[in-house]
Every structure is written in C-alpha cells, then in structure tokens.
C-alpha cells in the first residue's frame, strides 16, 4: 500500500511542479520516447537474466504492494513450534513423523495456513526435523546445516532484486539514447520552421527526463523494497532455525520457542506474554 503512495507522491510531485511552473502536462506524452526506453529496459532485463530469476521476480514484484511478515504471522510460527515439540516430548520423536513426512495433512500444521502456503519454510522445516529425528547430528552441525540451507536461499531470491536495480541503473543511458535519436530527428528538420523543431527538441528532452525519473523514482526504489521485504521474511526462517536447534539441545518447548522469539525484529515481535497466553490458549482448545 506505502509503495503505491509513494509512487503516486513522486509522479505528482515531478508533474504537479512542472504544471505550477506552466508546463503542459501532453508535452510528456511522447509514446515513441517511451518505446525506445521501455523496449531497450526490458530488452537488456531479459539478455542478463535467466527465466526461472523472470518467474520469481514476478510474484516479488506483487510483493512490493502488500506487506511482509506480520506479528499474527510471528506468532502464529511461535504456537505451531510449541505445539510441535511438546508433541515430541509427550510421544517421543517418533510422534512426529505423521507431521513432518506430510505437513499438509497435520492435524497441527493444518491450523497455520501462513505456514504452509510458505513452500521453502515448510520444506527446510520438515527436512531440518526429519535430521533432528534421526539423532545422528550435533547442535553445532545442525546449525552450519541450516545456515548453508538459509545463505543459499537467500542467494537466490535476491537476484530478481538485483536484475530490477541493474535495469534501472541502466535507465538514464538509455533515456540519453533516446534523447539523441530524438536530436537527430530535429537534425534533419533543421530547415522546417521553428515550432516543429521546438517540438522535436522537447520530445528529445522527454526521453532524458523519463529515463532519470523511472530510475531513481520507480525502479531503484521497488528494487530496494524487495530486499527489504526479503530480509524481514529472512527473519521469518531464522525464527524458525533458532527454534528447531534450541528444541534439538533439548531445551523445554516454552524455551525452544523464546530463542526463536529473540530472533524477530522488534516491530513485529510478539511479547512474551502474548506468546505464552497464546500457547495457553491453544492447549486448551
């Protein structure tokens, strides 16, 4: 929602000010401007990056215009992990095969729909638990496990970001590209009269103008709010990784599940209370 705000402030901002100062708005019309840009942007955008980086930058890109992980969704990480080791502690590990082999059928796991629609944290908790059952692995190599699962992770979910930030640092260049296309018409009507070289002039001048603004006003800042919005859901799994290896030293849930609850930034952390009142409640239900 703030990204659209913010994109409708800079766009009314540069063209409010152009019209106060009596500018006409159609001047900036110049479909063949943006034709030029656009095509020579999204042109080099798909020369320096593969498809499957395409396919994920799409759904990140929706991303921008939502929000990342709420304190309801913290929480509700928080009560599926208790509820999980306290399984185990009342069945054994053994107990926890039904919900780790299949977590879409879990009768736990079911109740967090978050969770599941989430396939990565489902997939690197369910294998993160799988290695915890077998009892064959310390604290200390669970934990490089999960780092390397989570550092490769996160490797590839910046790289839609990065393919966006380079397309947009290349905007400028290609806005002075059209500006001098844009001359070069104006060069061969040298002898027409002087309004339509004015004209052509000013479309040249439009292409600059575009090339700076989608750069600095739109595509830098989308690139930047996905990286953002990717390491506030980075917390998301390191909550869940500080969770399953205070669970794997054998730590109480209540205590697994506080180390999981430290690793969340504060503006959506639940309190501890809120944590424990929750978890009360849904061992009551």
């Known amino acids: 929602m703030f990204a659209i705000i913010g994109l409708i402030v800079v766009f009314g901002g540069v063209i409010g000010g152009f019209v106060m100062e009596g500018g006409a708005v159609m001047v900036l019309f110049q479909p063949a401007e943006f034709v030029v840009i656009g095509g020579a942007a999204i042109g080099s955008l798909l020369v320096m990056t593969p498809l499957k980086t395409i396919k994920q930058m799409v759904p990140q890109m929706v991303k921008v215009f939502g929000a990342g992980p709420t304190k309801k969704h913290f929480l509700d990480l928080l009560v599926m992990m208790d509820e999980i080791f306290n399984v185990a502690r009342k069945d054994g ?31 690197f908790f369910s294998d993160t638990m799988r290695v915890i059952i ?32 380079t397309a947009g640092d290349s905007l400028p260049g290609f806005g002075i590209v059209a500006a001098v296309l844009g001359i070069i018409i104006t060069m061969g009507a040298v002898g027409g009269p002087p309004e339509e070289i004015g004209h052509k002039v000013a479309a040249a001048l439009v292409g600059t103008f575009l090339g700076i603004l989608l750069c600095y006003g739109m595509f830098q800042p989308i690139a930047k709010n996905i990286q953002t919005l990717n390491d506030e859901s980075g917390k998301y799994y390191t909550c869940l990784k500080q969770g399953m ?27 501890f209370e809120e944590v424990e009142n929750a978890c ?3 061992k009551q239900k």
């Open 93 to 123: 590990l053994v107990g926890l095969e039904s919900h780790i082999e299949k977590p879409h059928e879990s009768a736990i796991l079911k109740k967090y729909p978050a969770f599941l629609k989430d396939h990565h944290a489902v997939h």
């Open 134 to 165: 077998t009892g064959a692995i310390s604290a200390q190599d669970l934990e490089t496990l999960m780092d390397l699962d989570l550092d490769t992770h996160h490797e590839e979910v910046a790289k839609p970001a990065e393919s966006i930030q």
């Open 245 to 271: 290896l205070g669970f794997q030293k054998g730590f109480a849930a209540s205590i697994a599940v506080e180390f999981a609850r430290r690793a969340i930034y504060a503006s959506t952390r639940p309190s």
């Open 280 to 282: 009360r409640q849904t």
